[in-house]
């Protein structure tokens, strides 16, 4: 599969390792070369960053790997194109919110999410400052990434 592995040092000074490859994620294309889910599932405890990933995540035919996600990352950060709220458990994540979260443009306006309208206006808790624009709705004033930390421990 063709892909990038990048070595890098953290703040701390300690390896990293990012991976980004091209391959056909919905659940047909994992079933046809299932060599990029065997390869996540052996590297451990993940961060995952999704960007603009176009809703897939949001639909049936992409459950493998939204599973996969959510099984195996201690972190996830995202737009609201990643995966939807309704697919986190509840008390299983802790959410941080960035940005404006609107409504998503015209051409994905069915993945409406009425969740993160609430936690992006609760007066409570409210969003960190985001000072560049992402995804979609890419000017800095109209864009949002969500940033989940995983509370309760990874399954094995």
């Given at each position: 599969?063709?892909?990038?592995?990048?070595?890098?040092?953290?703040?701390?000074?300690?390896?990293?390792?990012?991976?980004?490859f091209s391959t056909?994620?919905?659940?047909?294309?994992?079933?046809?070369?299932?060599?990029?889910?065997?390869?996540?599932?052996?590297?451990?405890?993940?961060?995952?960053?999704?960007?603009?990933?176009?809703?897939?995540?949001?639909?049936?035919?992409?459950?493998?790997?939204?599973?996969?996600?959510?099984?195996?990352?201690?972190?996830?950060?995202?737009?609201?194109?990643?995966?939807?709220?309704?697919?986190?458990?509840?008390?299983?994540?802790?959410?941080?919110?960035?940005?404006?979260?609107?409504?998503?443009?015209?051409?994905?306006?069915?993945?409406?999410?009425?969740?993160?309208?609430?936690?992006?206006?609760?007066?409570?808790?409210?969003?960190?400052?985001?000072?560049?624009?992402?995804?979609?709705?890419?000017?800095?004033?109209?864009?949002?990434?969500?940033?989940?930390?995983?509370?309760?421990?990874?399954?094995?």
């Open positions: 599969m063709p892909g990038v592995e990048m070595k890098l040092r953290g703040p701390d000074g300690q390896p990293k390792t990012v991976y980004y056909d994620l919905s659940n047909h294309g994992l079933q046809v070369k299932p060599a990029p889910i065997q390869f996540v599932r052996s590297l451990g405890p993940l961060t995952t960053y999704v960007k603009s990933a176009t809703y897939l995540m949001h639909k049936l035919y992409f459950s493998e790997v939204r599973r996969l996600v959510l099984r195996h990352s201690r972190y996830i950060l995202q737009d609201d194109s990643g995966i939807a709220m309704k697919f986190f458990q509840k008390g299983a994540w802790q959410f941080n919110y960035y940005g404006t979260y609107k409504r998503p443009i015209n051409l994905f306006a069915k993945h409406y999410q009425p969740e993160l309208t609430a936690a992006y206006t609760d007066t409570l808790h409210r969003p960190k400052a985001l000072p560049f624009g992402t995804g979609y709705n890419w000017r800095q004033t109209d864009s949002n990434l969500l940033l989940a930390r995983r509370l309760i421990p990874l399954a094995d």
